[in-house]
């Protein structure tokens, strides 16, 4: 049995953990090798994505009383017998000539811990939201599982609470699903533990689907995999990142859209969101006005698969970065439509034909990793499905990723991610994660632009009370 003590500003309680254990299939599997798409085992997918989820009290609500079913049992019992249809996440990923990775299901297991922690859901107040403080005892990284290759490939960690409720945390190897497919998954899981004999949803593995072509030909143009050779430039220094939270209601969306010129009123809250980060990011890192700065915005591609369609069940990556690429004095200086174009354009470029020319670059180019010199990522899981998986207590109070900044390269990628605030609003919540030092001009011209759009963009901004990252 472990113990940590986790101290922030306001909460310090201790986390005993039980010994790691690698929980198999509950019955045989197959032994056998199966290929990754050439959408999964791109460079930029090869990381451990991180997930929390919150939940209350249900067996007794409103009381300390001890819950009448153990979730960490209940959870690792339905674990297992998820693992039957899902067996290849029961496997371990080796990786073959040209970078191929392929996952040998040899029915090892996934990791499970259990734990306690002498601290009740409320103590960590009304609104839980990323960044979690103490997320690395609440999702222990048990030596030897960091790995991409030759490693569990799901971790997950149960971990009781005094009041009863509980923290479901895990990490997933990204090269073997997406949100999609995660939530698919993890929905099997709690359909078991409610006591299903099978998943509602069959998995169907046809990776085969994402494949590159017979002789690959790119046929589209992919900036978001170009090579970048002047690495010149604004440095982001990552020995002094600051994670905030800000929150998105109606009002604030409301308030970004008066900037909205009128051909484009129609534009997606996620396309305006995105407009307005990479305003604000690019403002606060104060580059140079003729360094030229991205956006990658994540769109889920099973739409344009149409004749046929992705089938029902299939949980792999379906998904691309296309990139939107300006200089940083146009993102600032031009009006809110400027960005917002190269936004949308970026979205509409992801097209079936688009998808084919990406899976067929990864086999020609060597599965390279999207450009992240002075890049910016944004992924929208506000209908991934995080917020409705109930194993048996209801829905969780929080539900998602559980923090910004993840990937190869710390402070790249931003979620969108529902979330109630204090005052019961519903909204986006957004995970971002900058230099302190340019954290705080964010947070102010973030303010600004909700109060009063700035007139010069590389100049002190003003603030206002619009919004908060404190919620």
């Not at 472990?2 to 019955?27: C, G, H, M, N, Y």
């Amino acid at each position: 049995m472990a113990v940590s003590k986790v101290t922030d500003q306001t909460l310090t309680f201790e986390v005993r953990r039980r010994a790691p254990e690698l929980i198999p299939p509950s019955r045989p599997t197959p032994h056998e090798f199966k290929e990754l798409s050439d959408i999964d085992d791109q460079e930029g997918l090869r990381f451990q994505i991180p997930v929390i989820q919150f939940y209350k009290n249900r067996d007794h609500p409103g009381s300390s009383t001890p819950m009448v079913r153990d979730p960490a049992r209940v959870i690792k019992e339905a674990l297992g017998r998820a693992l039957v249809p899902y067996y290849p996440l029961a496997g371990r990923l080796r990786e073959k000539e040209g970078r191929k990775l392929v996952v040998e299901c040899t029915g090892e297991g996934a990791m499970f811990i259990e734990a306690d922690a002498n601290v009740t859901l409320d103590e960590f107040g009304d609104a839980l939201k990323p960044p979690f403080p103490l997320l690395e005892e609440l999702l222990y990284d048990v030596s030897g599982t960091i790995g991409v290759l030759n490693s569990p490939l799901l971790l997950i960690q149960v971990t009781r609470l005094k009041c009863g409720g509980f923290i479901l945390a895990l990490r997933l190897n990204h090269t073997m699903a997406d949100a999609v497919g995660l939530v698919q998954f993890m929905n099997a899981v709690a359909e078991l533990a409610r006591g299903a004999d099978y998943p509602s949803v069959p998995p169907l593995w046809d990776r085969h689907l994402l494949m590159a072509r017979d002789p690959p030909r790119v046929t589209c143009v992919h900036r978001e995999y170009e090579e970048i050779e002047d690495t010149k430039g604004t440095v982001i220094p990552l020995d002094d990142m600051v994670h905030k939270s800000f929150f998105f209601g109606p009002a604030e969306i409301a308030a970004v859209r008066r900037f909205i010129p009128p051909h484009l009123k129609r534009s997606s809250t996620f396309e305006v969101l995105t407009a307005c980060l990479w305003r604000c990011r690019t403002i606060a890192l104060q580059p140079d006005p003729e360094e030229m700065v991205r956006i990658i915005c994540i769109v889920n591609a099973r739409p344009v698969f149409k004749n046929p369609p992705l089938p029902t069940g299939f949980y792999g990556n379906a998904f691309a970065f296309p990139v939107a690429v300006s200089t940083a004095a146009q993102i600032c200086s031009n009006p809110f439509g400027y960005a917002l174009e190269l936004v949308k354009k970026a979205k509409g470029d992801v097209t079936l034909e688009y998808m084919r020319s990406l899976a067929d670059l990864m086999v020609l180019k060597g599965r390279p990793h999207f450009t992240v010199v002075r890049s910016f990522m944004v992924s929208d899981v506000t209908r991934a499905g995080f917020g409705d998986l109930d194993y048996g207590w209801g829905p969780p109070v929080y539900g998602g990723p559980a923090k910004g900044g993840v990937g190869a390269i710390p402070g790249v990628a931003s979620f969108y991610i529902p979330f109630k605030n204090g005052k019961g609003e519903e909204g986006i919540l957004v995970p971002i994660c900058l230099p302190g030092f340019a954290m705080e001009r964010f947070d102010t011209e973030l303010n600004g632009l909700l109060g009063d759009f700035p007139e010069h963009p590389f100049a002190e901004t003003r603030s206002s009370a619009s919004i908060s990252s404190s919620l």
